[in-house]
């Protein structure tokens, strides 16, 4: 009998683990590894002490709470504009719902600083740079270097500066960059050096990487929830909402206006006026040169750059963000929230979890997702370096053994949790047909690599 009651009660612990929400249990969790980054002018990585990724996940009825250093497992920096800032400890709780509703009353538009919250514990803002125009001075005003906007800090502007291509000097090979230690993302947080058309030499430089790395052939993991509690998902998604059809690029709905002057908001209404249309001020510089326009396809996102539709992890439906790129993979506007929410934002960061809560523990016999098709060796045969590059999202501890054909190990490394890239200097080791052997735990199977000389 008791031997019964103890099958039944592991049956139900095991049942309430396997039903937690996506909110719980897609968070990267972490409390031993430790985070590096690149100082301006040095290519060798310093390490910051700072643990990566989410330190603990616990949850109630109504919440998720997640406590995040705000340090991926990736490296960050160097920012090339100047930004004396490195990436730091946030020390961050983030309070996100788990029945997340639609606004129904006034639109709630973005803000400066957070607007959601990566899956790795990385924040995630808005378009903005807190840049504008001033129409009086006729010159920029906000931001390091430009003198105060009218009204101050917050106050709105009529034309107001992209951060994508005007602090693109300054982000990282992970195209993050941080404001007074707060490390973030405004755009997919996948590398430049994996985009079909590279925007930045950055990653030649200083080897770092990104969250996941976008596969066409994939549905995009789930990668951040928005500080009104709906899902983020990358660049890829299914063709219709309901879930069927192929997997295909989801796309923005905006697109830059038909303009040479700047005297009008998108909306048709007048503007102050802005700046010329000129190599210095081109269109796209501006957030207010996008106009949204409804389409048909389903594939294209509504005006807050989301969509209802169903998800590997939402099999019933959500409404769910996408990080929005174009045919070349580059980050396409309003690359992932914006310029208003679908939901009711509030400001998620808290000191404390007042309630009563229930700490989530990732399960250790998850399905593997390990797969050898996900696997890119280059330059296969090598001569110096291999770099192995992990497709999807990585959320487990990927070792890899180089051996020899007599099964000897010359050396190992391993490919952390909310990164997707390891390098091998082979430069000492003889000419030869070696094995790349790869496990995550569950899954193992090895890749011939030739070096050469």
């Known amino acids: 009998m008791k031997k019964s009651i103890l099958i039944i009660l592991m049956s139900i612990s095991l049942l309430g683990q396997s039903q937690v929400s996506p909110a719980v249990s897609s968070w990267l969790q972490n409390t031993t590894e430790t985070g590096f980054y690149y100082p301006k002018g040095n290519s060798t990585l310093v390490a910051n002490s700072i643990l990566v990724n989410c330190q603990k996940v616990e949850y109630s009825a109504d919440f998720v709470y997640v406590t995040a250093t705000g340090i991926p497992s990736y490296p960050t920096g160097p920012f090339s504009d100047g930004n004396p800032s490195q990436a730091s400890n946030q020390n961050g709780i983030y309070k996100i719902p788990l029945s997340p509703t639609a606004n129904t009353g006034n639109l709630m538009t973005t803000t400066g600083g957070n607007v959601g919250i990566f899956i790795n514990g990385v924040a995630l803002f808005d378009y903005r740079d807190g840049v504008s125009w001033n129409p009086t001075t006729e010159a ?15 106050s709105t502007q009529d034309w107001n500066r992209d951060a994508i291509p005007a602090e693109k000097e300054g982000f990282d090979c992970a195209k993050g ?44 993991p789930l990668i951040g929830y928005a500080y009104d509690g709906f899902p983020i998902y990358g660049a890829y998604g299914y063709a219709k909402k309901d879930g069927t059809g192929d997997v295909v690029r989801i796309k923005s709905g905006y697109s830059l206006r038909s303009i040479t002057i700047r005297t009008t908001k998108p909306d048709g209404s007048t503007s102050d006026a802005g700046p010329p249309v000129d190599g210095t001020y081109y269109l796209g510089y501006f957030r207010e040169d996008y106009e949204f326009k409804s389409n048909a396809d389903e594939a ?13 992890e939402y099999p019933e439906g959500t409404y769910a963000y996408f990080c929005t790129v174009d045919e070349n993979w580059n980050s396409a506007y309003p690359y992932a929230i914006g310029p208003t929410f679908y939901g009711v934002r509030v400001d998620r960061k808290v000191n404390t979890v007042a309630e009563a809560t229930t700490v989530y523990t990732p399960s250790t016999n ?34 890899i053994r180089l051996i020899d054909l007599m099964g000897r190990e010359i050396s190992q490394t391993t490919i952390r949790p909310g990164s997707t890239i390891a390098y091998y200097d082979v430069q000492a080791v003889y000419e030869g047909t070696y094995l790349l052997e790869f496990t995550d735990g569950n899954t193992t199977f090895s890749k011939k690599v030739v070096i050469t000389r």
């Open 140 to 154: 920029l005003c906000g931001g390091p270097g430009n003198p105060p906007c009218p009204g101050g800090m917050g």
């Open 300 to 312: 294209y996102l509504d005006e807050h750059n989301g969509r209802f539709c169903v998800t590997p």
């Open 366 to 399: 998850a399905v593997s997702k390990l797969n050898t098709n996900d696997i890119t060796l280059y330059p296969n045969p090598a001569t110096d370096l291999i770099a192995i590059q992990l497709n999807g999202l990585n959320t487990s501890n990927v070792t």
């Open 177 to 220: 960059h941080p404001a007074m230690g707060n490390y973030h993302h405004h755009q997919n947080p996948s590398a430049f050096k994996l985009d079909l058309e590279t925007t930045s030499e950055i990653c030649n430089l200083y080897d770092a990487e990104g969250l996941y790395a976008i596969d066409s052939n994939s549905h995009s």
